[in-house]
T-cell receptor, first 113, second 115 residues
Framework: NAGVTQTPKFQVLKTGQSMTLQCAQD?????MYWYRQDPGMGLRLIYY???????DKGEVPNGYNVSRLNKREFSLRLESAAPSQTSVYFC????????????FGPGTRLTVL | RKEVEQDPGPFNVPEGATVAFNCTYS??????FFWYRQDCRKEPKLLMS???SGNEDGRFTAQLNRASQYISLLIRDSKLSDSATYLC????????????????FGKGTKLSVIP
């Protein structure tokens, strides 16, 4: 039972390049999330998917797109990377809303030069 | 006022000390509250949920004060292994609607327990 997995763990991009961050969970959770964490800013929600087939914007969606490929997988795409997107990205999942615990992946450290 | 505010610290305490963190939230309709722990360069993990009547888990006690809109975390008999950043988390709406899927995180309070 791997929980939430993310690939890659580290990535360096040049400005304007594109990439997709992959996330998968094996806990049969309905909800999945993408966050970014920057020093002094805390965790900020980029996009979330409350259930398979739905996605919604979070606090900082600009510059990102997401795809809920199936119940297990939720990917985050940067179409044209910018230095401001240098951050640590965490994927998370939760059974549903309310009091359910949220489980996080190990994170992807992205640097955009 | 930010939705969830925490004292960033750092709190530097000796082993065995008792330390308390507070967290204030702005939305009086908030219904669910949690404390997460994040070790350096690791992902956040749930430490404990916070219930209306307060709850305890070993050396950790969480309390909720709805009137003043804050939650607290008390750590007794601090261990070196308690060194981490503690994140206050609030779900800012009631019920099980779409808004209950969004967790709002505080920026965290850093704790260093010193030998």
């Amino acid at each position: 039972n791997a929980g939430v997995t993310q690939t890659p763990k580290f990535q360096v991009l040049k400005t304007g390049q594109s990439m997709t961050l992959q996330c998968a969970q094996d806990m049969n959770h309905n909800s999945m999330y993408w966050y970014r964490q920057d020093p002094g800013m805390g965790l900020r929600l980029i996009y979330y998917s409350a259930s398979e087939g739905t996605t919604d914007k979070g606090e900082v969606p600009n510059g990102y797109n997401v795809s809920r490929l199936n119940k297990r997988e939720f990917s985050l795409r940067l179409e044209s990377a910018a230095p401001s997107q240098t951050s640590v990205y965490f994927c998370a999942s939760r059974e549903r809303g309310g009091l359910e615990e949220q489980f996080f992946g190990p994170g992807t450290r992205l640097t955009v030069l | 006022r930010k939705e969830v505010e925490q004292d960033p610290g750092p709190f530097n305490v000796p082993e065995g000390a008792t330390v308390a963190f507070n967290c204030t939230y702005s939305n009086s309709a908030s219904q669910s509250f949690f404390w997460y722990r994040q070790d350096c360069r690791k992902e956040p993990k749930l430490l404990m949920s916070v219930y209306s009547s307060g709850n305890e888990d070993g050396r950790f006690t969480a309390q909720l004060n709805r009137a003043s809109q804050y939650i607290s975390l008390l750590i007794r008999d601090s261990k070196l292994s308690d060194s981490a950043t503690y994140l206050c988390v609030v779900i800012p709406v009631r019920g099980s609607g779409a808004g209950s899927y969004q967790l709002t995180f505080g920026k965290g309070t850093k704790l260093s327990v010193i030998p």
